[in-house]
C-alpha cells in the first residue's frame, strides 16, 4: 500500500552521527536575542532623541549602543540619521515594550548589566507615558 522509504531521512536522531547544520548553544541564543532586543530598544530611544532631545536619552542611547556592541562580540549597531517624526506616546509605549522583552532575555541569560539597564529604561518609558504630554517637557 505504501512505497517503502529508500533514502536517509533528512532528521538524524542516530546517537553520535555529527549534524550537518552548526549548532548555536543556548547562551549563543540567548545573546542573538537579547542584542536584537536592545537594538530595536536603541532604535526607538534613537527616534525619541529626533522629537525630544533630552540628557536621559542621549545617556541611554549610549549604553544601549555599549551593550549592543558587547552581545555583537564589538560589532557596532547600525544608527540611523532619523527625523523628528512621530508620536511620541507611541514610541514610549513601544520602547517599554522591547524593554520588558529585553529584561526577560537578560534575566534567563543571568547578565545583571543588561537587565538593570532594561529594567531603567522601563522605568523611564512608564513614567514618560505617566506624565501629562507638554510639548517642551515631553522626553
Known sequence: MYEPIRM?????????TAPDLPRRS?????DIQL???????????????ALT???????????????VTRLRGGQTPARATLSPDGDPTTLHRRAHTLAGRAL?????????????L??????????????????????
Open 8 to 16: 536517509k531521512s533528512v532528521h538524524s536522531t542516530m546517537a553520535g
Open 26 to 30: 543556548r547562551e549563543e541564543e540567548l
Open 35 to 49: 542584542a536584537g532586543h536592545l537594538a530595536a530598544l536603541l532604535t526607538v530611544t534613537d527616534e525619541l532623541r
Open 53 to 67: 532631545p533630552c540628557v536621559d536619552l542621549d545617556t541611554a542611547s549610549e549604553r544601549l549602543a555599549g551593550q
Open 104 to 116: 526577560v532575555v537578560a534575566a534567563s541569560r543571568a547578565d545583571t548589566t543588561a537587565a538593570i
Open 118 to 139: 532594561a529594567a531603567e529604561r522601563m522605568d523611564a518609558h512608564a513614567a514618560a507615558l505617566s506624565e501629562p504630554q507638554h510639548p517642551s517637557t515631553a522626553h
